[in-house]
C-alpha cells in the first residue's frame, strides 16, 4: 500500500510539474515586416511558393526566440518552428480540417475529362470569348485593367490555347501585364485555363513573376475559367497547381448591372476563393455576350467584339 502511494505520488508531481512547464510557456505575435531576415531566408528555401499566414515568437518556456510560423503551400498548411538563427527544428503538417473547416462541406470539382474534349484556341460560350480583337476596359478610382485577345497562341502540352493579355495600370502607372492561356472544349463550351505568364512592374521595370504557372508543368492541370452550361450552385477549379488553385462558385444567375458602358441583364455573379487561402475571396459579375463586366470595384468601361 505504501508502494502504490508512493507511485501516486510521483505522478501527481510529474503533473504538477508538467502544468507548470505549460503555464511558463508564453508567445507573442510578430508581423511579418518584423521577422528576422535569417528566419524568413529559412522559411523561403523550405516553401519557395508558401505565404506566411501566422508568426509567433516563444518569449518564455523551453525555447525562448523560437519562432512558430504558419505556412500555406501546394494545398496545404504547416506549422514551422524555427530558431532565432535561421535552422529549421522542425515541420508538422496540419490536418486539413484545422486548416480549413469549411472544406468539410464544400466540395470543388477537379476532374473535368478534358480528354473527351476536342479543343479550339478560336469560338466563345455565353459568357466568355476567345476571338481574337475582342477587348474589355474595366476601370475604378485608382485601377485600370484591359483585357485583349490577341491573335497569338501557345502550345502548352499538346494543346493550342489563345492567349488573351491583362494589362493592368494603378494611379497610371503599369502595374502588372499577364499572358493568360485558353482553349474552348468544342463538345460542351467549357473553357479551360491553362496557365499563365506573369510580369509584376515597379518604376517601369519588371521585379518579379508571381503566380506564374503551367498546366504541362509537374502537380498541375488545366482547370475551367468559364463552363459552358451556367448551374447555379457550381463549385469547380480555375486553375490546379501547387502556387494556384483558383475556384469558382455561381452564387447568382439573374443580376442586372449598370456600368459606365451600359445596364446588363441575366448577368451571373461568381464567388473566387483559394484552395491556397480560402480567406481570400472576390466577386465578379459576367454579361450575357459581353463577358466581364464588373470585378470587385473595377466596373467595365467600354468593350470591343
Known amino acids: ?164 493579355e491583362e494589362y493592368e495600370e494603378e494611379d497610371g502607372k503599369l502595374k502588372e501585364i499577364s499572358r493568360n492561356f485558353f482553349a474552348i472544349c468544342k463538345e460542351h463550351g467549357d473553357v479551360f485555363y491553362f496557365g499563365e505568364e506573369v510580369d509584376d512592374y515597379e518604376n517601369g521595370k519588371i521585379v518579379k513573376h508571381s503566380g506564374a504557372w503551367r498546366a504541362d508543368e509537374k502537380n498541375s492541370k488545366a482547370g475551367i475559367i468559364m463552363p459552358g452550361t451556367i448551374l447555379l450552385g457550381a463549385r469547380h477549379y480555375q486553375e490546379i497547381a501547387p502556387n494556384a488553385m483558383d475556384r469558382a462558385e455561381i452564387i447568382a444567375d439573374d443580376i442586372t448591372l449598370t456600368t459606365p458602358a451600359g445596364t446588363f441583364k441575366n448577368c451571373i455573379k461568381v464567388e473566387e476563393t483559394s484552395g491556397l487561402d480560402p480567406k481570400d475571396i472576390c466577386y465578379k459579375i459576367y454579361a450575357p455576350d459581353v463577358g466581364l463586366i464588373q470585378d470587385e470595384d473595377l466596373l467595365l468601361t467600354e468593350f470591343k467584339k
Not at 39 to 46: E, R, S
Request: glycine share 6%.
Open 1 to 164: 500500500m505504501k508502494f502504490k502511494l508512493g507511485l501516486i505520488g510521483v505522478v501527481i508531481a510529474a503533473v504538477i510539474l508538467t502544468s507548470m512547464l505549460i503555464a511558463a510557456e508564453e508567445k507573442v505575435s510578430v508581423k511579418p515586416s518584423d521577422l528576422p531576415a535569417t528566419v524568413k531566408k529559412a522559411i523561403d528555401q523550405a516553401f519557395p511558393d508558401g505565404k506566411i499566414t501566422e508568426i509567433e515568437m516563444e518569449v518564455e518556456g523551453d525555447d525562448p526566440g523560437q519562432y512558430d510560423v504558419i505556412v500555406e503551400a501546394g494545398g496545404e498548411t504547416y506549422e514551422v518552428e524555427v530558431s532565432p538563427k535561421g535552422k529549421i527544428k522542425e515541420i508538422d503538417k496540419l490536418s486539413s480540417d484545422k486548416a480549413f473547416p469549411e472544406e468539410e462541406t464544400k466540395k470543388w470539382t477537379k476532374q473535368f475529362h478534358e480528354e473527351n474534349c476536342t479543343f479550339s484556341s478560336t469560338g466563345s460560350n455565353r459568357f466568355f470569348s476567345l476571338q481574337p480583337g475582342y477587348k474589355l476596359v474595366l476601370q475604378s478610382e485608382t485601377e485600370k485593367v484591359t483585357i485583349t485577345v490577341t491573335d497569338k497562341t501557345r502550345k502548352i502540352g499538346n494543346i493550342e490555347t489563345r492567349v488573351i
